[in-house]
Antibody, heavy 119, light 110 residues
């Protein structure tokens, strides 16, 4: 059974760095073609794809946020970490981590974690 | 502004059929598989369609997907009130080297 769970602070201040952890089970990120992505959704708005890390440690970022995002993995702990620097109130959103098996779709999603950026 | 374009809303009566379009370009839909997701209020998205037209186990055949050129379509037949949700298309953009989603379509079952 594949599960993913996001964890991190619910509230961050403007200019701070956000660190989110995705802890997963039911698959290994060392398996060929396995990937984990981060997606966010501001309240009442659409999904926005943020980043992806692959089994071979290839990393991809959405161009508009590339300079602020870093994705990494700890295969032994079954965790993927996303950091986002210089947080702003417009970054307030529910952040999801999700599994993808290349080249297919995102097939399993975490429940999401709401991050509010406010002073 | 989303890379993929969807209509903001669609509506139909229970039992009827509805289609939701997703328009992109040669760098995304034109050369990648399209997937569709259903998001019920207050929940995480759920995969409905992958590889343009395949359904994961447990998804009823009332849901179908198709792709032609740089556009894709989600079809839902025999509408139920429980189908009221937001629907998103998604794919990979080879120029951006990033995933992309549509802006979402709110389905209302009248």
């Amino acid at each position: 059974q594949v599960t993913l769970r996001e964890s991190g602070p619910a509230l961050v201040k403007p200019t701070q760095t956000l660190t989110l952890t995705c802890t997963f089970s039911g698959f290994s990120l060392s398996t060929t073609k396995m990937c984990v992505s981060w997606i966010r959704q501001p309240p009442g708005k659409a999904l926005e794809w943020l980043a992806r890390i692959d089994w071979d440690d290839d990393k991809y970022y959405t161009p508009s946020l590339r300079t602020r995002l870093t994705i990494s993995k700890d295969t032994s702990k079954n965790q993927v970490v996303l950091t986002m620097t210089n947080m702003d109130p417009v970054d307030t959103a529910t952040y999801y981590c999700a599994r993808m098996v290349v080249p297919a779709a995102i097939d399993y999603w975490g429940q999401g974690t709401l991050v509010t950026v406010s002073s | 502004q989303s890379v993929l374009t969807q209509p903001p809303s669609v509506s139909a009566a229970p039992g009827q059929k509805v289609t939701i379009s997703c328009s992109g370009s040669s760098s995304n839909i034109g050369n990648s598989y399209v997937s569709w997701y259903q998001q019920l209020p207050g929940t995480a998205p759920k995969l409905l369609i992958y590889d343009n037209n395949k359904r994961p186990s447990g998804i009823p055949d009332r849901f179908s997907g198709s792709k032609s050129g740089t556009s894709a379509t989600l079809g839902i037949t025999g509408l139920l009130t429980g189908d009221e949700a937001d629907y998103y298309c998604g794919t990979w953009d080879s120029s951006l080297r990033a995933g992309v989603f549509g802006g979402g379509t709110k389905l209302t079952v009248l």
